[in-house]
């Protein structure tokens, strides 16, 4: 499978580089913000992925497909497997101390994923052209190893983290800005703002 062309590096794209900062290998990167649909510990119907640092700059992730997580009587809705790609892909910014937010996405939806399924996901940066971050990603049936059922390439694009503040709905902003916790995730990201 080939990207199209708008998920093609343009010549002249820098390889990616690994942030001195990131955190290590192996390292759980924790939910970017609680609410968040795919990370967010306090979203009952969310996916949990858990995300992991990978080597250079790349993460692992894990999410187990539930009930709720149902397209066709025990299979996993597409547009649900494709957010759990959409988040193992922006969990690459905690390793580039980006912040990001998906401008692109295509996936490739290869094998069916059974509800009880952990999908095993990794996804790596390919190139970096000026604000634009060329990724790639795919999830994995049941092991690291195992068939792939599901992969994607994404064009995630940097902003500055008054891109949310000018976008959200006023009431979350609000209470993220007066969450000391939500507040210090923002910064780990804005290393130049
Ligand atoms: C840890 C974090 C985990 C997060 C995981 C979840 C991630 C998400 O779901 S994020 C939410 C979904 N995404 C969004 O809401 C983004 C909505 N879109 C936007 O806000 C804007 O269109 C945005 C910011 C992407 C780009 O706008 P703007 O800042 O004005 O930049 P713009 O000049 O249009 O684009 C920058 C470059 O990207 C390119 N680009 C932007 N969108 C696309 C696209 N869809 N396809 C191809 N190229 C694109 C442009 O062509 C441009 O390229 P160049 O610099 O070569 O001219």
Redesign the pocket.
Known sequence: MIASD?LTPPPGAAEPVRHPDAPAPGQLLGP?YDQCF?CGGDQPHGLHLAARAGEGVSVTAEFTVKAAHQGAPGLAHGGVLTSAL??TL??L??LLRTIT????LETDFLRPVPVDTTLHLDARVLAVA???IYSTAAGRLGAPEGPVAVRADA?F?E?KVD?FVRHGRDREIQAAMADPDQVRRARAFEVNP
């Open positions: 708008k970017h795919g959409d988040e922006g969990a910014s905690w937010v998906t401008g692109r000026g604000r634009k064009l694009v902003v891109h």
